[in-house]
T-cell receptor, first 114, second 111 residues
Framework: DTAVSQTPKYLVTQMGNDKSIKCEQNLGHDTMYWYKQDSKKFLKIMFSYNNKELIINETVPNRFSPKSPDKAHLNLHINSLELGDSAVYFC?????????????FGPGTRLTVL | QKEVEQNSGPLSVPEGAIASLNCTYSDRGSQSFFWYRQYSGKSPELIMSIYSNGDKEDGRFTAQLNKASQYVSLLIRDSQPSDSATYLCASRKGGYSTLTFGKGTMLLVSP
């Protein structure tokens, strides 16, 4: 059973389009995250949600809008895609946002904007 | 401003040797430190966490933390070719903070 799953795995689209990435975790965790890993492999937090509530938004452009319908799902919608949005997007979850929490990452979604 | 710094490598070691990976952090408020391993094209997976000064051992892996020097390291004993990956160091403050990652060090273990 996949603990943290993401769809799609690959996404190729044109500039200006709107796209969504879905994430689901079956671990019963309270907290979920979106990370962006750029071409230089730098992994940077975008958002974190705790029990469906937005906790952290790390100065991400408002073209990016996360949505958490329930605590097992955290989706990412991106409007007006730009070339610089090309990256691998990882969803992650953790039991809670405590000091010792372990984050489990999904397989990633490779987004290519042409 | 980078908060977690790592040498990007690659660090090349022969099979059976000890690999030493280093990381420094700038935020003295950081309380927890993590090492993640990321194989090419895969997602990061946690291999070690450390919260207190000193050493923490888990199998072939030893994490070391020195808060006074703001320094974290990971030693991999008896390195295997399967250890070849990028190792990401991460730090975390308390409360509702998230992980801050370094750019990672690529480790290559040659047979």
């Amino acid at each position: 059973d996949t603990a943290v799953s993401q769809t799609p795995k690959y996404l190729v689209t044109q500039m200006g389009n709107d796209k969504s990435i879905k994430c689901e975790q079956n671990l019963g965790h309270d907290t979920m995250y979106w990370y962006k890993q750029d071409s230089k492999k730098f992994l940077k937090i975008m958002f974190s949600y705790n029990n469906k509530e937005l906790i952290i938004n790390e100065t991400v452009p408002n073209r990016f809008s996360p949505k958490s319908p329930d605590k097992a799902h955290l989706n990412l919608h991106i409007n007006s895609l730009e070339l610089g949005d090309s990256a691998v997007y990882f969803c992650a979850s953790s039991p809670q946002m405590g000091r010792a929490d372990t984050q489990y990452f999904g397989p990633g979604t490779r987004l290519t904007v042409l | 401003q980078k908060e977690v710094e790592q040498n990007s490598g690659p660090l090349s070691v022969p099979e059976g040797a000890i690999a030493s990976l280093n990381c420094t952090y700038s935020d003295r408020g950081s309380q927890s430190f993590f090492w993640y391993r990321q194989y090419s094209g895969k997602s990061p997976e946690l291999i070690m966490s450390i919260y207190s000064n000193g050493d923490k051992e888990d199998g072939r892996f030893t994490a070391q933390l020195n808060k006074a020097s703001q320094y974290v390291s990971l030693l991999i004993r008896d390195s295997q070719p399967s250890d070849s990956a990028t190792y990401l160091c991460a730090s975390r403050k308390g409360g509702y903070s998230t992980l801050t990652f370094g750019k990672g060090t690529m480790l290559l273990v040659s047979p």
